[in-house]
C-alpha cells in the first residue's frame, strides 16, 4: 500500500513523462495522415488537446513535489524540446502548446514539500481522467492499424510504429490502475527489461528506415544498436541472469541515448537527411533517458 506521499509523488512522475509522450504520439499521427482522412486527423488533434489540457494541470500541481532525480533525468524535457516543438509546429502546421514545455523548464524540487490530502484528492482525478483518455486513445490506435493493415487508409507511419506506441499507452494504462489501488505496477525487472530493450530497438530501426539512404554512417550506427538490444532480448532475462541483462542493457542504452541526443541535436541544425521531424527525434532521447533513470534505480 502506498503512502500518501508515494502515491502523489509517482502519479505526477508518471504523468509528467506519459501525457507528454501521449500527445506526441498524437500528434505524429495527426501530420502522418492524407487531408482525405479529415475525421481521423480532428480525432488526433482533439485527442492531443485533451492530453495537453490535463498535462498543463498536472505540471503546476507537480512543482516541489517530485523528486530531483526525475527532473535531472531529461525525460520530463530535455534542452532540445521547446525549439523541437516550434520548428515541428513550422513545418507541419498543426498546433502544439509551448507554454507547458516553458512551465515545465521551471519546475523545481523541494525535500520540505507538504503532501496534502488535498493534493491527493486532485492527483486522484487526474490518474482517473487520464485513464478515461487513455481509453480513447487505445481504442483510436487499435482502429487506426486495423484499417492500415486492410489498406483501407494511408499513413506515412509504419504499422509497427503504431503497434509500438500503442504498447506504451497500455503501459501507461497499467501503472495508472494499479496507483488507483494504491499500489505500484506488477512488473517484475525482467518485464522492465524486456518491454523497454524492445523499445528502444525498434526506435533503431525506426530511426534507420527514417533516415535518407545517403546517411550511411547513421544507419549503421542505428543497426549495429539495434543488433545488441535484440541479442540481449534473446538471452530470456530470468531470475538467474537478471543481474547481468541488467548491465548490459545499461551500457546499451547509454550508447543509444548518446546517439539519439546527436541525432536530435543534427535535425534541429538542419544537418541530416531524414524524413523525421525533429520533436521525434525528441521524443525517443526523453524515453532513453526515461528507461536509464529506471535502470540506474533497479541497480
Not at 177 to 200: A, G
Request: aromatic share 8%.
Amino acid at each position: 500500500m502506498l503512502s500518501r506521499k508515494e502515491f502523489i509523488q509517482v502519479s505526477l512522475e508518471t504523468n509528467l513523462f506519459f501525457q507528454r509522450i501521449m500527445k506526441e504520439h498524437m500528434f505524429f499521427i495527426e501530420t502522418s495522415l492524407p487531408p482525405v482522412n479529415s475525421s481521423e486527423i480532428n480525432e488526433a488533434n482533439l485527442l492531443k488537446k485533451s492530453f495537453e489540457a490535463v498535462l498543463a494541470e498536472t505540471v503546476i500541481f507537480s512543482n516541489c513535489a517530485v523528486r530531483n532525480e526525475v527532473l535531472q533525468s531529461n525525460e520530463i524535457v530535455t534542452p532540445f524540446t521547446l525549439r523541437a516543438e516550434e520548428i515541428s509546429s513550422q513545418l507541419s502546421g498543426a498546433s502544439l502548446n509551448t507554454e507547458i514545455t516553458e512551465a515545465e523548464y521551471d519546475l523545481r524540487t523541494d525535500p520540505n514539500f507538504n503532501y496534502t490530502e488535498w493534493l491527493e484528492e486532485k492527483l486522484y482525478n487526474i490518474n482517473m481522467r487520464s485513464i478515461n483518455l487513455l481509453e480513447e486513445v487505445i481504442n483510436f490506435k487499435e482502429k487506426l492499424i486495423k484499417s492500415q493493415l486492410e489498406c483501407k487508409i494511408f499513413t506515412t507511419l509504419y504499422p509497427l510504429l503504431i503497434e509500438h506506441i500503442l504498447r506504451e499507452a497500455k503501459l501507461y494504462m497499467g501503472s495508472l490502475r494499479s496507483l488507483q489501488n494504491r499500489k505500484l505496477p506488477d512488473r517484475t525487472i525482467c518485464d522492465e527489461l524486456n518491454f523497454w530493450n524492445q523499445i528502444m530497438e525498434e526506435h533503431l530501426e525506426f530511426i534507420d528506415g527514417l533516415l535518407d539512404p545517403t546517411e550511411e554512417n547513421l544507419k549503421e550506427t542505428a543497426e549495429e544498436l539495434a543488433e545488441q538490444l535484440e541479442k540481449i532480448l534473446e538471452e530470456n532475462c530470468n531470475t538467474s541472469n537478471e543481474k547481468e541483462i541488467l548491465n548490459k542493457s545499461l551500457k546499451v542504452t547509454e550508447e543509444v541515448m548518446t546517439f539519439k541526443k546527436a541525432g536530435t541535436e543534427g535535425l534541429l541544425a538542419c544537418k541530416i537527411k531524414s524524413i523525421i521531424i525533429p520533436l521525434l527525434g525528441d521524443h525517443v532521447l526523453r524515453e532513453a533517458n526515461h528507461y536509464l533513470r529506471i535502470l540506474k534505480e533497479i541497480k
